[in-house]
């Protein structure tokens, strides 16, 4: 079922939390364009219990990107170049599927395995992003998960026992 009064505050709220973090730098200007986008899909087409999990999602990852931001640019400089500020591009690598989601779980009847597909999305994207925002301040030097092989702090793949042991899903 289509809201649009729902839709219309998803629009609102995404709006200001992403006018809100590009302020504080934690969004570029296409940035703030995804988080509408996402935002407003998933506010809007999936209700307040998907909105509040993106909030939280996005709040948290903000927060850990600033943190030790310095350290970070020293030892990834390359990979972290764009500091804690995010793209549309990463917007929607981290919210697209989960904005679908919604999107499909509004117009499909509301299924109950689509709200578990989104928070299995979010715990997914909030996993990747807190390990590696924490991993690369391992001082240890990662290594690449398929082969063992020590390789550069922020290469995808790479892994440490820092940034294993803050993914939320190893606490489970």
Known sequence: MIDVAQISLGLGLSTCIGGLAYWRRSLTR???????????????FGGWAW??????????????????????????A????????????????????????ALLYAFLGQP??????????????TADTWATELGVLSP???RLITT????????SGGITILGQVHRPSAHC
């Not at 909105?51 to 990834?76: P, V």
């Not at 109950?112 to 994207?125: K, N, P, Q, R, S």
């Not at 063992?148 to 290469?155: A, L």
């Open 140 to 142: 240890h030097q990662p």
């Open 112 to 125: 109950e395995w689509l709200l578990f597909a989104f928070i299995g999305l979010m715990a997914t994207v």
């Open 78 to 101: 390359e990979k972290f170049s764009k500091g804690g500020r995010r793209d549309l591009v990463q917007a929607l690598a981290n919210g697209g599927l989960a904005a679908l989601c």
């Open 51 to 76: 909105g509040l999990t993106l909030i939280a999602f996005f709040i948290s990852s903000s927060i850990l990107s600033h943190y030790k931001e310095r350290i970070k640019e020293q030892r990834a």
């Open 30 to 44: 296409s940035g703030w364009l995804g988080a509408v986008i996402v935002g407003t899909g998933t506010f809007g």
């Open 148 to 155: 063992g092989r020590v390789v550069e702090p922020g290469t």
